[in-house]
Nanobody
Framework: VQLVESGGGLVQPGGSQRLSCAASGIIFSMYAMGWYRQAPGKQSELVAVITSGGRTNVVDSVKGRFTISRDNAESTVYLQMNSLKREDTAVYYC?????????WGKGAQVTVSS
């Protein structure tokens, strides 16, 4: 199983960025997908989740700014991040959860700075 994140980098406050996570080795449509993040010196935080049926949920701190979506045909999950704040700076990890277990990507650094 592989989860490969892409799209991280440096962005200015107020800017937007989209993270992608391409999955292989799983029946993607049967898995819940999501994004965690870990900021320096802080515990990891669940940011957003999308079920196999397409229901979504995001943490309160990003509501109205972040959107999670999935493309089952491409086996890819996305995290659209708008109105980024400095406190959104973190390593963002993609994960997949299903009957056979849970899997994690290696992470993508997102830095919000001017």
């Amino acid at each position: 199983v592989q989860l490969v994140e892409s799209g991280g980098g440096l962005v200015q406050p107020g800017g937007s960025q989209r993270l992608s996570c391409a999955a292989s080795g799983i029946i993607f449509s049967m898995y819940a997908m999501g994004w965690y993040r870990q900021a320096p010196g802080k515990q990891s935080e669940l940011v957003a989740v999308i079920t196999s049926g397409g229901r979504t949920n995001v943490v309160d701190s990003v509501k109205g700014r972040f959107t999670i979506s999935r493309d089952n045909a491409e086996s890819t999950v996305y995290l659209q991040m708008n109105s980024l704040k400095r406190e959104d700076t973190a390593v963002y990890y993609c994960y997949a959860a299903g009957l056979s277990g849970a899997y994690w990507g290696k992470g993508a650094q997102v830095t919000v700075s001017s």
